[in-house]
C-alpha cells in the first residue's frame, strides 16, 4: 500500500510503501489531484513508479526531485511516452536525468543564452527516430512554459532518448556522437572539402563508429586483422583512423582494439574518395 508524502503537482507525488518504508515517484495523468498528504494513494495501470532509492548518470533520483521543477518531470516523461510510439522498449528512468536537462536549457532559454548544438547534423543521421520523437518537446515548452526551443537543444532530447531506447548510457551516446563528428572533420580537414552528409559512404562510416564505441565499451574483440594491408595501401587514412581511435580509448577509458584501426581506415578512405570524386 501507498501513501501520499508529497504533492508535487496534479500529475506527480512522492509516496510511502508502507511495508518496505522506501520512498517512490509516481507519476500518472492526475494522480496527485486533490491529495493530500498521509492519504491512501491508489496506482492506476498506466502510473509510472520510481524507486527513489535509484540513482542516474546525473547523480541520486532524490537529489533531483529536490532541485528539479515538477513540470519538467511532466515534459520529460511525455516526450518518453510519445516515443513509444516509435520504439518498443523505453526506459522511463531517463525521465531524471533528461527533466535535469530540461531545466538547464528552460533557463538558457529564458536568458537568451541558448547553445549551439556542434553534432546536430550528426546526431539527426545517427539517432533519425530519436530526433523525430524529440520533436514534440518543441510543443510541450511552448504550450506549458511559453517558450521556444531551438534544434540544437532538440539534438541533446535526441540523445535522452536514444539512451532510453536502447542499453547505451548517455554518455556513450555523446561520446558516439563526437567520435563521428571528430572523424568527420579530420577527413575535411586533409581533402580540403566538405562531406555530404547524404553520401552512402558517409552513413556506413557514421554507424560503423557508433558499433566500434559499442565494441570498445564492451571490450569485443574483431576476429581478423586488416592493418599491415590497410597501413600499405591507405596510409593517410590509416593514420587518421589510429588517431581516432587513440583519442577514443582516451574519452572512453578503455583500451582500443589495434584491429579497430584498419577497418575504420577502410571506411575513411571511401568517404575520402567520394569527396574527390564529386
Known amino acids: 500500500m501507498y501513501k501520499v508524502k508529497k504533492v508535487l503537482n496534479h500529475n506527480s507525488v512522492i509516496a510511502v510503501e508502507t511495508n518496505e518504508l522506501i520512498e517512490y515517484l509516481v507519476m500518472g495523468k492526475g494522480v496527485g489531484f486533490g491529495m493530500k498528504p498521509t492519504q491512501e494513494l491508489v496506482i492506476g495501470p498506466d502510473a509510472k513508479v520510481f524507486s527513489l532509492a535509484e540513482s542516474s548518470e546525473r547523480g541520486d533520483i532524490k537529489d533531483i526531485i529536490k532541485h528539479v521543477d515538477p513540470v519538467f518531470l511532466d515534459i520529460a516523461e511525455a516526450v518518453l511516452q510519445h516515443a513509444e510510439e516509435t520504439f518498443e522498449n523505453v526506459d522511463h528512468n531517463i525521465v531524471f536525468p533528461m527533466a535535469d536537462h530540461l531545466e538547464y536549457a528552460a533557463s538558457r532559454i529564458s536568458s537568451n543564452d541558448q547553445i549551439s548544438n556542434p553534432l546536430l547534423n550528426d546526431i539527426k543521421l545517427l539517432f533519425h527516430n530519436e530526433y523525430r520523437a524529440a520533436e514534440i518537446v518543441r510543443d510541450l515548452l511552448h504550450d506549458n512554459l511559453g517558450l521556444d526551443i531551438s534544434d540544437d537543444e532538440i539534438g541533446y532530447v535526441a540523445m535522452h532518448i536514444h539512451s532510453a531506447t536502447s542499453q547505451d548510457k548517455l554518455s556513450q551516446t555523446v561520446e558516439t556522437a563526437h567520435a563521428v563528428r571528430n572523424c568527420i572533420t579530420k577527413i575535411e580537414e586533409v581533402t580540403g572539402r566538405a562531406i555530404p552528409n547524404d553520401s552512402f559512404s558517409y552513413n556506413r562510416m557514421m554507424n560503423h563508429i557508433r558499433y566500434m564505441v559499442a565494441r570498445i565499451q564492451k571490450q569485443e574483440p574483431l576476429k581478423i586483422n586488416m592493418n599491415e594491408y590497410v597501413s600499405q595501401t591507405f596510409p593517410d587514412s590509416f593514420r587518421i583512423a589510429s ?36
Open 243 to 278: 588517431e581516432i581511435c587513440h583519442e577514443l580509448s582516451k574519452s572512453l577509458g578503455a583500451p582500443t582494439d589495434e584491429m579497430e584501426i584498419g577497418y575504420l581506415a577502410m571506411h575513411i578512405e571511401r568517404v575520402k574518395a567520394d569527396v574527390l570524386d564529386s
